[in-house]
């Protein structure tokens, strides 16, 4: 993929980058315009020239180039943020829609993480560095010009050489940095594959054998990373010392044509100031040339994606209407198999559950009780049959109005490394302080909250590592309950609590699930009083149980 081809599947993203470029560009013509007016003040010092125009340049001229470079900057970041975003994505679909990996785990992993990351600099820093590099030094080339033809000789010869020297270093760069990807790539895969058989190498006694292949291995990978940043070392010091040398001759040149009294004070100033700045893009494209070749290597990684294309006329699907309310939910004749299984989970299951009625579903472990609740959360998606609300096929509902009309607890609730607060107010964010703690008290999670050393603003640790298994399982209830949402879902809710707590959180319970519809699953007797309806699935099919 080139950098044309990438920036051009994301529209916006392009638009943001032309622009950024442009103002980088404009900011680069504002500091030649600056170095001018600095000649012109520096030369009307000694020639007793009147200051105050030269000045008032200097000043216009650099708010100029402040202005130009933040505002590119700006852009050019979004810009990034944005493709990188959409690279992603893009990733992760492809992988997702694919059959069979191509690609192991590691190198798949490399180049979603620091292989996307690394289009950072390729994109804010190596592409404009190259865009200026062409338009730069010509602007600054017809300036000399201009000032002092004799100049142009110099630079003529002294510029194409400095872009054959960033050619033919940055071809190395290049194979290098192609290398160094495959290797990290591969390296990534070899640590992830002995991390998952380290219990195998232990039974075999080749736990030690291997930490030596780890010393080597990750030994060539530094060499290989140091081989890089060598080249790019070296790429950087020929640029500047060509760029310097090439300076140092035009200083000789009009030094002596000067003391002839060939070209004036306030020409050979400008000249003099104004070479460095012909090298200038050239020596930062040489600085930037190593994001550059690891960018070119990651873009040659990249499968041909399909990044999100913004349309001028952006339509949405015309999703049937979520009802506010839940009517009747039905499920006809479903069936559902696991990928890569041949065993029916569910073989044309049957059951229709009424507005506002409280449904237990019990069976032994694996028989698919979860798997019900994750078809009607639309994780799954059955494979015969078909789940209806209201007489609707629930696949013709949009979505994410679905889910905003779903309140659930798993059966292994997942809390964040952060705050109760933030962990409970997950579910609603506008949520009113008194709906937080009427929340927190129907969970039974008042006391034990109140008791932590900040209260609701405690944090709980990565997963809820400083809370015991039942206090968070009241804090994902209590998440739950903040979201007033029609249909409610709880999968073992009472699994972590003892026998006491399970009963009183039960009690404490039956006033919110009065007016919603329920499906609870369920091991224990004590749920069963919540129950407007029993059904017991086994052997992939269901039946009702009597109260």
């Known amino acids: 993929m080139s950098p044309r081809e990438l920036l051009s599947r994301v529209p916006s993203a392009q638009c943001l980058h032309r622009i950024g470029v442009l103002l980088s560009i404009l900011a680069s013509v504002a500091l030649v315009a600056w170095t001018l007016s600095l000649a012109r003040s520096i030369s009307g010092v000694f020639e007793h020239q009147p200051l105050t125009p030269a000045l008032l340049g200097l000043a216009g001229f650099l708010a100029l180039r402040v202005t130009f470079r933040f505002a590119s900057a700006q852009l050019l970041a979004a810009s990034s943020s944005r493709i990188r975003m959409g690279v992603r994505s893009a990733l992760t679909a492809y992988w997702s829609a694919e059959s069979t990996a191509s690609a192991s785990t590691g190198v798949d992993s490399t180049l979603l993480g620091p292989g996307v990351d690394s289009l950072d600099d390729y994109i804010t820093k190596y592409l404009p560095a190259r865009s200026l ?3 730069i030094p010509l602007v600054v080339f017809l300036t000399i010009g201009v000032l002092d033809p ?12 400095l872009i054959l020297l960033l050619a033919v270093i940055g071809s190395r760069t290049r194979a290098l940095a192609d290398q160094r990807f495959r290797e990290l790539g591969w390296l990534r895969s070899f640590y992830l594959d002995m991390v998952r058989g380290i219990p195998t190498l232990k039974v075999f006694g080749r736990a030690s054998e291997s930490v030596s292949t780890i010393e080597e291995i990750s030994d060539r990978f530094g060499r290989t990373t140091m081989s890089v940043l060598r080249t790019a070392f070296q790429t950087s010091l020929v640029i500047e010392w060509a760029a310097t040398a090439a300076t140092a001759l035009v200083a000789v040149q009009v030094s002596f044509r000067m003391i002839d009294g060939d070209i004036g004070f306030a020409t050979a100033l400008a000249v003099l100031i104004l070479t460095p700045e012909f090298f200038a893009p050239l020596r930062n494209l040489a600085i930037e040339y190593h994001a550059g070749q690891t960018g070119n290597a990651v873009l040659a ?103 905003r009309g779903i309140t659930s607890v798993p059966q292994n609730p997942f809390m964040f490394s952060s705050s109760v607060y933030n962990n409970v107010t997950l579910s609603n964010r506008r949520a009113s302080t008194e709906q937080i703690h009427a929340a927190l008290k129907l969970a039974l999670a008042s ?59 039960i009690s404490s319970l039956r006033p919110f699930l009065q007016d919603r519809t329920a499906v609870i699953v369920a091991h224990r007797e004590a749920t069963l009083s919540l129950a407007d309806r029993v059904f017991r699935l086994e052997h992939g099919c269901i039946e009702e149980v009597p109260l």
Do not use: C
Request: glycine share 8%.
């Open 133 to 135: 590099a062409a338009v």
């Open 150 to 161: 004799w100049t142009l000789l110099i630079l003529l010869f002294a510029g194409p050489m």
């Open 301 to 403: 990684q990249l499968p041909n994606l399909d990044l999100p294309i913004a349309s001028a006329s952006p339509t949405t699907p015309a999703w049937p209407a979520v009802p506010e309310k839940m009517s009747v939910l039905r499920f006809e004749e479903v069936s559902f198999t696991y990928p890569g299984t041949d065993h029916l989970t569910l073989d044309r299951v049957s059951f229709t559950i009424a507005a506002g009625e409280t449904v237990v579903l019990l069976g032994p472990s694996g028989v698919g009780k979860t798997t019900v609740l994750d078809l009607l959360h639309g994780r799954l998606e059955p494979s015969a049959g078909k789940i209806t609300i209201d007489n609707t096929p629930l696949a013709r509902l949009d979505p994410d109005a679905w889910l």
């Open 447 to 505: 006391d034990f909250v109140a008791d932590l050393p900040l209260g609701i603003d405690s944090p709980i640790g990565e997963d809820g590592a400083t809370l015991s298994g039942g206090q968070r399982q009241r804090l994902a209830i209590a998440r739950a309950l903040l979201r007033d949402a029609p249909l409610v879902l709880l999968d073992e809710f009472t699994a972590h609590l003892d026998p006491e707590t399970e009963l009183e959180l």
